[in-house]
């Protein structure tokens, strides 16, 4: 169990080093929101795709809306399971105890948690905003990234 957590921590230290929140690029974001959550981003997908999937102006608008409202919240909680990634693998190298470190993940594990429902409410959003064949059309883009 020791080994396991060591390694655990082990990774999370090199999947976090060098962030600097304050002068993270887009880009930079994105891979963040990829590491803290597996749910697919569907508002990028839509944006980068909207001319393929034949998105009316309405329905951009609508999907707009929806990312305005949610975005600043999302954006906290993914910078929050980065900086508790880095503060478990510096109280690692801290010697801080297992159970203190135990806590740390849990608050991580909840904020994901918390992300994963986030991003399901915007694929049921997106569900309703996309018709059928849009919706199709996006899930195979999303499938074959």
Not at 57 to 83: L, P, T
Not at 105 to 115: D, G, N, S
Request: glycine share 4%.
């Amino acid at each position: 169990m020791k080994k396991i957590t060591i390694l655990l921590l082990a990774a999370l230290l090199f999947s976090v080093s060098g962030v600097q929140a304050e002068n993270m690029a887009r880009g930079q974001f994105m891979k963040y929101m990829a590491h803290v959550n597996p749910v697919p981003n569907y508002v990028a997908f839509i944006r980068r795709n909207s001319q393929e999937l034949k998105i009316s102006d309405a329905q951009m608008a609508q999907v707009m809306d929806w990312n305005k409202q949610n975005r600043s919240k999302m954006h906290g909680m993914v910078m929050s399971v980065i900086e508790g990634e880095k503060k478990m693998a510096q109280a690692s190298m801290d010697g801080v105890s297992a159970d203190e470190i135990k806590s740390m993940a849990e608050a991580v594990h909840k904020t994901r948690m918390e992300i994963i429902a986030g991003k399901t409410r915007c694929r049921d959003r997106m569900m309703e905003i996309l018709d059928d064949a849009q919706w199709g059309k996006l899930t195979a883009l999303v499938a074959a990234k």
